[in-house]
């Protein structure tokens, strides 16, 4: 879940002098910045904040430059304006900020974030609980269980999602969002990561329920959706013996919707797919067949009250 520096870029600093090919190669690094002594440098020193709030001094130009300290004082702006521009830093999210941050939401007699803070969380981040974006962020925190958050997970999750705040956090989730949208590979183990999270595994659940898969493919399928959702959804919950989905199921239907297309023309029985996809087919085909019949009777009623 590029950017374009062109717009960064400095005009070239003037020629070298002739015979001057590389600033390192004519004069030791110390040499490199140190202005000659005859040079003014007390003007003040100014100071460039990165993106983190850092501040980096910055050397002014000496009010006598020669053509090498022009090249490497070039060197060092650019650098700086990039750095700025790109958002890089040094700085990592800190686990003191991390584990203050999830001590703000963690339950008052267990060291984890329960329903009532993950619901205080939503809150501060402004979702929903239901929303597409907090299952993103269950899945970056790869939690183990549904509102439940460990303290572990918190502070690693957000890690990688290089956020520290609840500022960041929103900053970040939509980025990713837009990263599953546009990757099958991402957005195939957040489905995946999906049927893990629905699962109670208090109890050792290994089958979803079907009421809860029903939610749970409405909700993963807020983007990337397919077009036979709908039928699929409507045919499971109007069929009273489907008690529960399997792993081996949940997983094939995004490899069986990609591949039946909206019409279901292109579904091969005669390849391995579970018996619930033969029952769907089935049970669509049937239905439309009793559609064109139904079709067929009242044309044929028609025509017979128009003589």
């Known amino acids: ?22 600033c390192k190669e004519e004069m030791p690094e110390g040499h490199l910045y140190p202005a000659p002594s005859h040079i003014v440098t007390s003007v003040p020193i100014d100071t460039s904040i990165l993106s983190n709030g850092n501040h980096i001094a910055v050397l002014p130009e000496p009010l006598i430059a020669t053509p090498i300290t022009r ?5 060092r702006r650019s650098q700086i304006k990039l750095v700025g521009a790109m958002g890089v830093s040094d700085s990592k999210p800190s686990d003191t900020k991390l584990n203050s941050l999830f001590d703000l939401y963690k339950d008052e007699t267990e060291d984890a974030i329960l329903a009532e803070g993950i619901e205080q ?31 572990v997970e918190f502070v690693r999750g957000l890690k990688i999602m290089r956020a520290d705040s609840i500022k960041s956090i929103q900053s970040r989730l939509p980025e990713i969002v837009n990263e599953v949208s546009n990757d099958p590979e991402l957005f195939k183990d957040l489905y995946r990561f999906t049927f893990k999270f629905g699962l109670d595994s208090v109890v050792g659940q290994r089958i979803l329920p079907s ?8 909700l993963v399928f807020t983007v990337r959706e397919p077009p036979i959702l709908n039928r699929w959804l409507n045919f499971v919950e109007n069929r009273p013996v489907i008690r529960g989905i399997p792993r081996d199921t949940w997983n094939m239907f995004l490899n ?8 279901l023309s292109c579904y091969d029985d005669n390849e391995a797919w579970p018996s619930l996809f033969d029952d769907f087919v089935e049970y669509e085909n049937d239905h439309t067949n009793q559609n064109i019949s139904k079709d067929k009777e009242c044309e044929a009623f028609l025509i017979k009250n128009s003589d």
């Open 1 to 22: 879940m590029g950017n374009c520096f062109t717009c960064l870029k400095e005009p070239p600093p003037t020629a070298l002098d002739s015979g001057t090919t590389n």
């Open 71 to 75: 090249f490497c004082s070039y060197q």
């Open 121 to 151: 969380l939503c809150k501060d981040l402004q979702v929903c609980p239901d929303e597409f974006k907090v299952l993103v962020l269950a899945w970056k925190l790869n939690a183990e269980q549904m509102c439940r958050f460990s303290r």
């Open 211 to 218: 009421d809860m898969a029903v939610v749970l493919w409405r």
């Open 256 to 263: 069986f919707s990609e591949a039946v297309g909206n019409d």
